[in-house]
């Protein structure tokens, strides 16, 4: 058997083929369960506990685990607080200075390898 995920509890190592992991992580009842869908026309494997959008999995993130460490780069340490307050500035930057409207203007980006702070 290929090994393809280690798991360590305490003192107890399990090892897990891909397969083997998979089954478990996406098992009925599980957070990343799996159910088939059907999406455009066509049947397709989802989460099936996925949040409805990218900004209510962060918002559902940021209450539960504000003063929780998110981000490590170099000798920096942000908590998932500390990010949101920076993401809070560069949207009202993106409102204020930029004139940019919810649902009217497009906004995308795109990054090197770096991290790159607006706020």
Partial sequence: ??????????SVALAYSI??????????????E??????????HRVYKNLSPSLREFWLSAVTQYSGDLYLV???QRLTYGQVHTRV??????????????????????LSADRVICYA
């Fill in 88 to 109: 809070i500035k560069v949207a009202g930057l993106f409102r204020d200075v930029y004139g940019i409207k919810k649902g009217v203007d497009p906004v995308s980006s």
């Fill in 34 to 43: 799996i159910e088939t869908t059907l999406v455009d026309g066509r049947l």
């Fill in 19 to 32: 397969f083997a992991a998979e089954a478990l992580l996406t098992s009925p009842g599980s957070i990343h």
């Fill in 1 to 10: 058997m290929k090994v393809g995920i280690l798991i360590q509890l305490s």
């Fill in 73 to 75: 780069y170099e000798d």
